[in-house]
């Protein structure tokens, strides 16, 4: 791919695109802020067991 086609599929992405509406901008924060939430519990629970594990709390 040349620069001049990189840059043609630029322009029309461009002339596509559009502003998200209020409920769909709202949507996507949602989506974003559950994913970045479960991502964070899973690490805490990995944290967790990590330390117990380390500690010996399971009986080892």
Do not use: H, Q
């Amino acid at each position: 791919m040349g620069i001049r086609t990189f840059l043609e599929s630029c322009i029309r992405l461009l002339r596509l695109a559009k502003k998200p509406g209020k409920n769909e901008l709202w949507l996507s924060i949602k989506i974003c802020f559950i994913g970045v939430s479960l991502i964070g519990f899973i690490g805490f629970i990995i944290k967790i067991l990590s330390l117990m594990l380390a500690t010996g709390f399971f009986g080892g």
